[in-house]
């Protein structure tokens, strides 16, 4: 999703620390051990591990942080991310920011990769891997370095479309794969509890309003379809995304079909160099959307680009969103 962009609020610190998820560094075991070789299954390919990596490069804000969650940095040659991490303050595991490096704030490519000795590349489609460009797993493993494809972009077999299973397993199944490659499932296994009893927390209620996510787009909005991370946010927290019949991830689609399934609410996602509040302005200020019910009551609320797209905030966004449709203040 960052290759379309050059590409929360206060209750989420009511994160993961309110929950009780303890971020613990990683320890200093050998890479080779009894664990390994071990095997996990990454979008229907077999991955096979003979050792713990070392030097891993990860790209974007949301799958540096899958890192970072399970206290990898040390394991991390680096990562490629433009400047919007978002509300870094927020989150359990910002320390691990200062325990790698900011390789650039470019496209991931195969020159930042092997000028940093990676041996493990961690991204996804439309997350950095880019046939376009020539950069995917097949590309990297030419050049002798592993690779691991984001589980929210899995494609799906009918062409490019993508979602292989809902966002939140998406960021379970992944949070389960690198605790085996990694050797720490006793930490990824008590992320994941903690995750799922977070989400578990947050109240349903009997009516769910509409919600349209606005990621970007004047001429045409870009938005979040079923297999999104952001679509199964909005229905944990107690919505229901106007976009959720689209069965694919991000998508673009019409003023139109916003207009004519009139969202309550409109959840705007916070990056790149055109500002949330510079958003609010356009979608209220737009004409066509003058009758939609989310803009004559004013209800559009912020979230973090990272919040938004898999990541470990998604349970803590889900807290936070909940809160605003159960009545809070506009964010």
Request: hydrophobic share 40%.
């Amino acid at each position: 999703m960052r290759t379309k962009a050059v590409a929360a609020v206060a209750l989420l610190a009511l994160g993961l620390t309110a929950c009780g998820a303890e971020i613990a560094p990683a320890d200093g075991a050998s890479a080779a051990s009894a664990h390994y070789p071990v095997t996990v299954d990454n979008c229907g390919t077999k991955l096979t591990f003979a050792q713990k990596p070392a030097r891993t490069v990860t790209n974007d804000v949301g799958i540096t942080e899958l890192m970072l969650s399970l206290g990898l940095a040390d394991r991390m040659a680096g990562y490629v991310m433009p400047d919007d991490k978002g509300r870094i303050d927020r989150v359990a595991w910002r320390d691990g920011y200062q325990r790698t490096s900011w390789l650039s704030k470019k496209q991931i490519s195969k020159e930042i990769v092997l000028d940093a000795k990676a041996d493990l590349v961690l991204a996804g489609w439309h997350y950095g891997y880019d046939e376009g460009r020539g950069f995917t797993p097949q590309a990297l493993k030419a050049v002798g370095v592993d690779s691991y494809v984001l589980t929210e972009s899995c494609r799906s077999g009918k062409g490019t479309e993508r979602g292989v299973m809902s966002p939140l397993d998406a960021l379970y199944t992944d949070l389960a794969n690198l605790g085996a490659i990694f050797d720490v499932e006793d930490r990824s296994e008590r992320l994941i509890a903690d995750f799922k009893a977070q989400v578990a927390a947050v109240p349903q209620p009997e009516r769910r309003p509409s919600v349209f996510l606005y990621d970007s787009g004047q001429d045409k909005p870009y938005t979040a379809g079923r297999f999104a991370a952001a679509d199964e946010i909005i229905t944990r927290a107690g919505g229901r995304n106007v976009m959720g019949d689209i069965a694919d991830s991000w998508i673009t689609s019409g003023w139109e079909s916003v207009v004519q399934r009139d969202p309550e609410v409109i959840v705007v996602n916070d990056y790149g160099d055109t500002t949330a509040d510079a958003k609010r302005a356009f979608l209220k200020s737009f004409p066509p959307l003058a009758g939609v019910s989310a803009i004559r009551n004013d209800r559009i609320f912020v979230l973090d680009y990272a919040d938004l797209v898999e990541s470990p905030r998604n349970p803590a966004a889900i807290t936070a969103l909940a809160a605003y449709l159960r009545g809070g203040q506009n964010g």
